[in-house]
Nanobody, 118 residues
């Protein structure tokens, strides 16, 4: 069982930056896919970004392309989400998730709150 612990959320003004971290413990495979999702009040959880653990492939939802960057540190077993040029509409609880075999995100962190003020 993979365990995920997010950190790095907070309150920031529009245009500012935050970096989220997701510490990963447990068994991860080269084909595992790590993802960031978010859920705003009254809305469904949505995909934000993902990467495959052993490759350079990254994926983003259109609304964050050019502003957010997902990356990993294999030595630290940590996945990051660098968020720049933040907008009020980025306000949400951000969750880290893993798809151990590359499909089906089945382990989730507890979430970290990101609030962007206008």
């Amino acid at each position: 069982q993979v365990q995920l612990v997010e950190s790095g959320g907070g309150l920031v003004q529009a245009g500012g930056s935050l970096r989220l971290s997701c510490a990963v413990s447990g068994r991860i495979f080269g084909s595992s896919r790590m993802g960031w999702f978010r859920q705003a009040p009254g809305k469904e959880r949505e995909f934000v970004a993902a990467l495959t653990w052993s490759t350079t492939n990254t994926y983003y939802t259109d609304s964050v392309k050019g502003r957010f960057t997902i990356s990993r540190d294999n030595a630290r077993n940590t996945v990051y989400l660098q968020m720049n040029s933040l907008k009020p509409e980025d306000t949400a609880v951000y969750y880290c998730a893993v798809a151990p075999r590359g499909i089906g995100f089945d382990s989730w962190g507890q979430g970290t709150q990101v609030t962007v003020s206008s």
